[in-house]
């Protein structure tokens, strides 16, 4: 039998709060039978929905908080008055060890920031990356950050690829994952400054790393890491999601554009809902906040039951597979006191993270 | 009859030419009879390809040039010592006005390179930029920058967006076209300083400007316009076509996944050739330098006939609705002597710059 894990949800968080989280709970229960949750939220509506979720109300605690950060409440706000919310009691009860790992699917903004002040970032991390994964031809992709720094120095960079190499690690499963840096040219002479910097220290470094890569290899899974700063990532990531959507739209069409496709569409049915099971965004739900002392995984706003249930299982597969304990080890470098601090290159140390020493924890 | 125009034709560049030209041509002139093409290259190998394409032979002169820019030329060195390349030669003969536009396959930095030194920039603009047009769930959608400026002031983004209404105007048709700039969110905090400097003038400003967009927008078709730096743009430009190849591949692998998918393929055929044809990346290939003092589309380096003759006709569109003389009487600012050279505010001018005054075409 496996070990049991807690994990913390903010019930109040998203457009379909809290049922789409209490029923994600539901599907999640299902697929990982180990889950006890911490449920944090407005008990009176809470309760009477968990009647008759037999199995979730079994292994769950109600955790009654009175406030909700709204979705656009900004950050500075919802750190100042949201003391007392759903999100904000989510994510102490990871600090204070009562839950391995926390979900929601409320405003990024201020999740990212409350986590980033409950939490720390791991010794060794300036700032936390916003990563997920997407289906591509080869299988799947890590690409980090999705939006949560929009600018970022050479560190930064480094420090994402290796928190997204971990990341490729322990969630996809690969051995050795090879990373890339999202650019606009695969020549060394193209892109900003940071990233031709970042660029040498990687090449330099332990990863397995190939070099830049452009925005079509994502989808084309020429490596199993891309990173690039928060608001290129973010226009990509939204651009792929886009042309999905409007490619599905275009086949949807298809197949009402006339008799013989409408019958084409009865024989092929089987295996085109399969086919649209395969693209479903909402496998790919869940943003994980990486280089924070503690699991936070982030739902797409707007994420139905499944979509929260997806989240719910990245969370668990961090947990299980032991990501902060790991970030943790393989990170020991100085401490980073602020984001924008710039610490004094340190000795290389021989063993140091994954072999690129003290240039990936350092300024260089 | 409409009025003849001529084209030239750098034949020697791309991974398909010249080939690929002459046959392109072929097609470009199949749908536009009234163009002739001055076409510039390797006589030897031109002449004996071109003895049995009688459509274009009839109106095409080969102007024999001994030089090629290679795909793989750094764009300083291709102005340096790509004075008798089939690309420089083929620019200039637009400068010359023996040719009211140009079309080439060839490196892209290169192009651009000579292309501004050649061809000079319309007074008010500072930098050229790449646009192109794609496919969204209404219509057809304008992007700008995709590639040729890495990093862009405030100023210039304001600059794009204005050369890409006029695009959208002059080459979708749209009557006033909406325009939006791409960013990481719609709230005004979000986004680079220069993005949000931009945003600024742009409100003030005489554009249907719809404000931020974000990268599911473009496929979306929310906008008219999309307006981006360099780098976002291409980021944008490439995770689309990626995810499109992605998700045409999975359609492709459905309908050979069972029999009754592959019985159902049989009787959709003709539709599902139909959303070929709708996605094919070659009806929406040569993106067009715009800011220049002359018609300039760059074709995809690997485009084949078909692709090649997409960008003909961009140019074609382009010459015929004037467009190189509507932006001269549209920006009448003060000439840029130099991209990165700051200008004194100008005082605004009732009539300047389709309502939006000095402002965008001096720095503030």
């Known amino acids: 039998m496996s ?3 807690t994990i913390a949800l903010d019930a109040m968080g998203g457009d379909n709060a809290p049922r789409s989280v209490l029923r ?4 999640a229960k299902r697929r990982y ?3 006890d949750f911490l449920i944090f939220g407005d008990e009176e509506r809470l309760a009477p929905m968990m009647k008759r979720m037999i199995r979730v109300r079994r292994s769950s605690m109600i955790v009654h908080t009175p406030d909700v950060v709204a979705s656009d409440e900004k950050a500075a706000t919802a750190l100042r008055s949201g003391r007392n919310s759903s999100m904000r009691k989510a994510i102490d009860a990871v600090r204070n060890g009562e839950a391995a790992g926390v979900v929601s699917a409320g405003n990024t903004g201020a999740l990212m920031a409350m986590a980033k002040v409950v939490l720390k970032t791991v010794p060794g991390i300036d700032r936390p990356a916003m990563a997920s994964f997407f289906p ?3 299988g799947e992709t890590a690409m980090l950050d999705l939006g949560a720094n929009i600018e970022c120095s050479a560190d930064n960079l480094v420090q994402f690829a290796m928190m997204g190499e971990m990341f490729a690690r322990t969630v996809l499963g690969s051995l050795r994952p090879t990373v890339g840096l999202l650019n606009v040219g695969s ?3 193209k892109g900003h400054e940071e990233l031709r910097e970042a660029h040498a220290i990687l090449k330099e470094g332990g ?4 070099g830049f890569v452009e925005g079509d290899d994502i989808a084309a899974g020429t490596v199993d890491v891309v990173v690039a700063d928060g608001f290129s990532g973010n226009v990509a990531l939204k651009s792929a999601e886009g042309t999905a959507k409007l490619v599905n739209e275009f086949v949807r069409q298809t197949f009402k554009s ?3 496709a409408a019958i084409g569409y009865l024989f092929a049915r089987r295996a085109l809902i399969k086919l649209r099971a395969r693209v479903d965004p909402r496998r790919y739900n869940g943003a994980t906040f990486l280089g924070l002392n503690g699991i936070v ?3 797409h706003g707007g994420s139905d039951a499944l979509g929260f249930a997806t989240g719910v299982g990245v969370a668990r597969d961090m947990i299980r597979n032991g990501f902060i304990d790991k970030m943790a080890a393989e990170f020991h470098g100085p401490a980073a006191a602020g984001a924008d601090r710039r610490r004094e290159p340190a000795e290389p140390e021989p063993d140091a993270v994954i072999g690129l020493g003290a240039r990936a924890v350092s300024s260089s």
């Open 297 to 299: 995984v982030k739902c």
């Open 258 to 260: 006339s008799l013989l």
């Open 187 to 189: 020549e060394e002479v």
């Open 24 to 27: 994600g709970a539901t599907i």
């Open 3 to 5: 070990e049991r894990i």
């Open 136 to 138: 591509t031809l080869r």
């Open 33 to 35: 039978p180990e889950l």
């Open 207 to 210: 990863l397995a790393y190939s």
